[in-house]
């Protein structure tokens, strides 16, 4: 700990610098732990799980470091470990599907739930969620429309959800993150249009992320379907 | 890939690792699935090395900007330890020497599309990575 001194400032008490050395040895602790489980239990599906204690232990090493730095670094570090657990879960069910030759439905519901207010109240609510997505525009904005447009699909999906539809969305989604593109570029190109390249940029990423959060895994199905 | 932040160049290798299970995921046989599956799961363990490794350089030097890292003069052991684990990390996430083996049955296979896309990511990822590797150890 010689160089410690020199990159934490004094503000910082000595007891929190002491906690790095225990924080790393608790990450690579909880990662032995994970690939010991992982060498233990052969089957592929308690493996993919096992290997998300593995990505913990490497968020802990990364939020042992305890720097705002280190703190922009943990979600970026999450978002690639849950794409990461996507992809291969996404692998996996389709071998599974390849396997077995049984198709699975977008979301496998025991019940039937079969009931009216699923087809009268999803076109209410999802309205009211993508006009306050709207007006909130940017990020933000794009998550919760996104939520009204999943939550719609969702709840409609037991009636069926016509396939031409999500190829329109998806066609939607490109041209917004396109003009998101041309608001960012704007913003060095021509800095005198700032608040042209603002709104470009927000509702360009408001369409985007909504599109695109209502997208999730629908397309990939279709694909599926389309094949057989 | 011609990034000046270390974080930014880890992040890239692991998307370079998911964008490969998702090329060969694409094809619809059961053992390039089964290979692609565990490349999967390879690569998933690798991104502990991977950011532990950059973390534990911004711990040790308070920088993650190359720049930067190429002006520090004293390399401490807590940075050799660090790259020891980067190099661990990118050798699992784009699947070379030591982890060959879970890609070895994608290639094999008949049909597989994008395989060059494949081996070229993983190619000039390790010529950038080795440039970065020497960049913060400084060996000569």
Excluded: C
């Excluded at chain 1, 977008?106 to 999802?126: G, H, Y």
């Excluded at chain 1, 704007?186 to 369409?207: D, N």
């Excluded at chain 2, 008949?110 to 913060?136: D, K, N, Q, T, Y």
């Amino acid at each position: 700990m010689t160089g410690a001194e020199v990159l934490v400032p004094s503000v910082v008490s000595p007891l929190v610098v002491s906690l790095y050395k225990p924080a790393i040895l608790v990450g690579l602790l909880t990662g032995f732990i994970g690939l010991l489980g992982i060498a233990f239990k052969k089957g592929d599906l308690t493996a993919l799980i096992l290997t998300d204690i593995v990505g913990f232990a490497m968020l802990i090493i990364v939020a042992a470091v305890a720097t705002d730095l280190a703190e922009a670094l943990v979600l970026p570090g999450l978002v690639v470990e849950l794409a990461e657990i996507l992809a291969i879960s996404e692998v996996l069910m389709s071998r599974e599907m390849r396997k077995t030759g049984k198709n699975v439905s977008l979301i496998p519901l025991p019940l039937s739930l079969d009931m009216e207010i699923l087809e009268t109240a999803p076109t209410f609510l999802a309205i009211i969620l993508i006009a306050y997505g709207a007006f909130l525009s940017g990020f933000t904005g794009g998550a919760v429309a996104g939520v009204g447009i999943l939550f719609y699909v969702l709840s409609r999906t037991i009636r069926g959800v016509p396939s031409t539809l999500w190829e329109g969305v998806a066609g939607i989604s490109g041209v917004a993150w396109v003009l998101w593109l041309i608001g960012f570029l704007m913003f060095f190109v021509t800095p005198q249009y700032w608040l042209l390249a603002l709104f470009l940029s927000a509702f360009g990423v408001l369409i985007k992320v909504a599109s695109k959060v209502g997208l999730i895994g629908v397309l990939g199905r279709e694909e599926f379907k389309r094949e057989k | 890939m011609i990034t000046g932040d270390l974080f930014n160049f880890t992040l890239f290798v692991a998307l370079i690792g998911i964008v490969n299970i998702g090329l060969v995921g694409a094809v619809k046989l059961v053992d390039v699935l089964d290979s692609a599956f565990q490349y999967g799961i390879i690569a998933m363990i690798a991104s502990l090395p991977l950011f532990g490794g950059a973390a534990t350089i911004l711990a040790a030097t308070g920088t993650l900007s190359l720049i930067e890292l190429s002006h520090l003069s004293l390399v401490t052991p807590m940075v050799q330890f660090a790259s020891v684990l980067l190099l661990m990390g990118i050798a699992g996430e784009t699947g070379i020497a030591p982890f060959y083996a879970t890609k070895a049955e994608m290639f094999r296979t008949p049909g597989s599309p994008f395989l060059v896309i494949i081996h070229l990511s993983s190619l000039l990822v390790i010529v950038r990575a080795i440039e970065i590797l020497l960049i913060i150890n400084k060996p000569f």
